[in-house]
Nanobody, 120 residues
Framework: QVQLLEPGGGLVQPGGSLRLSCGAF????????MGWYRQAPGKQRELVAI???????NYADSVKGRFTISRDNAKNIVYLQMNSLKSEDTAVYYC??????????????WGQGTQVTVSS
């Protein structure tokens, strides 16, 4: 079983910065991609950013140039550095990962979510 744990989140003023982190723990051989999604009240969950084990990244248009995703493959940790935050970035942010487990199967996992609120 693999668990994704996401400490962090919180309240930040518009224009401010925040860094989210997510660690993957449990029995697994490797993690293909890790990413962040978010869900604002009344809206569908949407992709924010994703990174492969090789370091290739993809971002939602709304966060390009402001957010940076990175990962530490040795520690199975993914980070999301969020700069120039806007009120519309307010949402619950979820970590997501595809992990190859000892059975040889690959499963998709979700973190429990962490609240990010951008407000003055």
């Amino acid at each position: 079983q693999v668990q994704l744990l996401e400490p962090g989140g919180g309240l930040v003023q518009p224009g401010g910065s925040l860094r989210l982190s997510c660690g993957a723990f449990g029995s697994m051989f490797s993690i293909n991609y890790m990413g962040w999604y978010r869900q604002a009240p009344g809206k569908q969950r949407e992709l924010v950013a994703i990174i492969t084990s090789g370091g290739s990244t993809n971002y939602a248009d709304s966060v390009k140039g402001r957010f940076t995703i990175s990962r530490d493959n040795a520690k199975n940790i993914v980070y999301l550095q969020m700069n120039s935050l806007k009120s519309e970035d307010t949402a619950v942010y979820y970590c997501n990962a595809d992990a190859l487990v000892p059975s040889g199967d690959e499963y998709n996992y979700w973190g429990q979510g962490t609240q990010v609120t951008v407000s003055s």
